[in-house]
């Protein structure tokens, strides 16, 4: 099932990360996909600010491959696995453990190869103009299907 969405500029994209984040629950995996300027970590850091009772900084995790934040809606943890340079580190960093418990969002997700997780939402962010992006939810999972129809039906 995909559902297709066009953003004019970066607060329609928040708006979306924000209806998004109403229908999440532990356990959820959010691959996020894109070309490098896409709007994934815009994506992510507009669904975590929405989860935060303060606006807090959430710093990009492009060094530390991963941050943890605690949420009104539980530990949300943002991995940017760009620079992951072995698998195994994949292991290291709990990655594998907060799959199926914790809300985890994955940039470059390419990088888990066969590790990445089948009953994921996918959201793939494509650049059509400076600030215009088509933004598509995609998903085998019949659990997550349901859920997307009530968080973007209009
Ligand atoms: N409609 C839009 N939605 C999201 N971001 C947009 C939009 N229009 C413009 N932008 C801009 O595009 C940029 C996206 O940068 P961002 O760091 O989120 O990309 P990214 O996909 O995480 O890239 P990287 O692969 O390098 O991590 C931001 O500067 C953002 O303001
Ligand atoms: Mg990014």
Known sequence: MQKT?????????????????ESLQNGDVILLTGEIGAGKSHFARSLIQAAMDNIEEVPSPTFTLVQTYDTTIGSIWHADL??????SDIFELGLIDAFGNEIVLIEWPDRLGHLEPQDALTVEITILEKNKRKITFSTTSSEWRGRLEKTFKR
């Open 82 to 87: 760009y620079r992951l340079n072995d698998q």
């Open 5 to 21: 969405l066009i953003s004019n500029d970066p607060r329609e994209t928040t708006a979306l990360a924000t209806r998004l984040k």
